[in-house]
């Protein structure tokens, strides 16, 4: 016999669930730190840094997410490790929207899915943080109780804010109302660029009309009358 009873005990029932916990919990840090590495320190700390130095923090900062893991589960209740997953899948599940929705439908707008996302976060966060940062609350209708997951609550209304139609029509319409504004104040000032050119060059009075001048929309108001512009012959 080469090993104690306990120790094969030990790997035959729990080395699997040690290594099946180690794999993902691996995999999760790795993501960490590139994504750290890519959208933190290349874009803010140092732009112009080699691939070698990329892989260098990537695997610092790899380190740093599993200590940080490790110190999580020595020192602190169990439950918290529990809460704080399933708080994860919370935040995570607001980016539902944005990821399917914005890419497989025309329906939503970025704006819209925007603003459900802050919507969803904040509503979800704030509503777990009033639970003592548990994931799951309580609503009371008809006299009844029923416990519900916050995130699914987060997630509908965050599809709801970023399906309104009526915001996104009433944005586009104020966006076309500028544009045309912005177009005819381009319109206006070029006339009046043109005429004074043709004055600049000698042109007579008469072979500007005025009146054209003074139809022009430019901005929110209209262009007036010259005070001197009298009838001609």
């Keep these: 016999m080469l090993f104690p009873s306990w120790f094969a005990g030990f790997c035959i029932f729990s080395g699997p669930i040690a290594i099946g ?13 590139n994504l750290f590495t890519r959208n933190v320190w290349k874009s803010y700390v140092d732009p112009g840094i080699s691939h070698a130095g990329e892989a260098a923090v990537a695997k610092v900062a790899s380190l ?4 940080g893991a490790l110190l999580f589960i020595l020192f602190l209740p169990t439950q918290f490790a529990l809460d704080l997953q399933l708080l994860g899948g919370l935040w995570i599940l607001q980016t539902f929207p944005a990821l399917v929705f914005g890419l497989f ?6 704006e819209g899915l925007l603003l459900g996302w802050i919507a969803g976060i904040g509503w979800g966060s704030w509503t777990a943080w009033s639970n003592g940062l548990k994931p799951l609350a309580t609503i009371d209708l008809g006299g009844a109780s029923y416990t519900f997951y916050v995130g699914l609550g987060a997630l509908l209304l965050n599809i709801a804010v970023a399906g309104d139609r009526d915001h996104h029509c009433r944005a586009d ?4 109302k500028r544009s045309h ?3 005819l104040m381009l319109a206006g000032h070029l006339y009046l660029f043109s005429a004074t050119k043709r004055f600049a060059q000698g ?5 500007v009309n005025l009146d054209d001048v003074a139809g022009l929309q430019i901005g929110r108001g209209a262009v007036g ?5 009298v009838a001609r012959p």
């Design 21 to 33: 916990a180690l794999v993902p919990a691996a995999v999760m840090s790795i993501g960490a730190a």
């Design 64 to 67: 740093v997410v599993k200590l």
């Design 105 to 110: 439908t025309r329906w939503f707008r970025a």
């Design 173 to 176: 319409f104020a966006a076309s």
């Design 181 to 183: 504004g912005s177009i």
């Design 203 to 207: 042109a007579d009075a008469g072979d």
């Design 225 to 229: 009358a010259h005070p001197d512009h």
